[in-house]
């Protein structure tokens, strides 16, 4: 049973495919769906990187401060920096930039957090401008083989001195294919760049939050209050 559902899925994958192909090859014939072929490969390669990228800096961010509440109260800034330089994200960069200067004071400590942040951030959105720029020229490369496609069309009608529809019928279906093709594309290459705008715009917002946090534990230490309140299972537990 389950071998002949794959097999299914298989064979309708492959007759998808099939089709693909063969509508790509119809609407080539005057070059254009190339151009809109290479965008969106280039495309979903930054979008496939990006997401890596954004997966690996994303991490459990409040579990992080914890961490890192727990070690500037027991060990110290040391401790912290240390907890931040094991820890892979953009949020355990800043604090790391941030706890270096917190001996200078909190001023310092907050303009090291801020410049730190800002870079950062271009370090997320590296790639984005590529991706956003592959958006809008897809379009335009299919919107481009529209025109040959209309231009072949009435060259056809000029050559025949006749406007059959079997005359015209070629060069307008090659101007709708590009069509098709480059706004698939565009759509496609959109929703990827919309997930990571909205992955860039959390992460981004993760940081400025926890960085406050990260400035009022270093006011806390400074002055000598603890930073973690025990929970009542834990008063509870130590009585």
Known sequence: MTSSIALFFLQADAGFFNIIVEKFNQGNEG???????VTLILGLAI????????????????????????ALQEGGIEAAEELCAQTRGPVASVFQAGLMRSEEGIDAAEKAIAAYGSIEMSFLERGLVWLSLFIAIAPLFGFLGTVIGMIQAFDDIEAAADISPSIVAGGIKVALLTTAGGLIAGIILQIGYNYCVSKIDRLI???????ITLI???????????????????SADSE
Request: aromatic share 8%; net charge negative; glycine share 4%.
């Open 31 to 37: 070059g254009w769906m190339w151009p809109v072929l």
């Open 47 to 70: 979008f496939l990187e990006r997401i890596i990228t954004l997966n690996l800096a994303d991490i459990n961010t409040r579990k992080f401060i914890v961490n890192v509440q727990e």
């Open 205 to 211: 917002a993760e940081m400025e939050e926890s960085s």
């Open 216 to 234: 009022d534990s270093i006011i806390l230490l400074k002055e000598g209050k603890p930073l973690i309140t025990p929970s009542v299972d834990d």
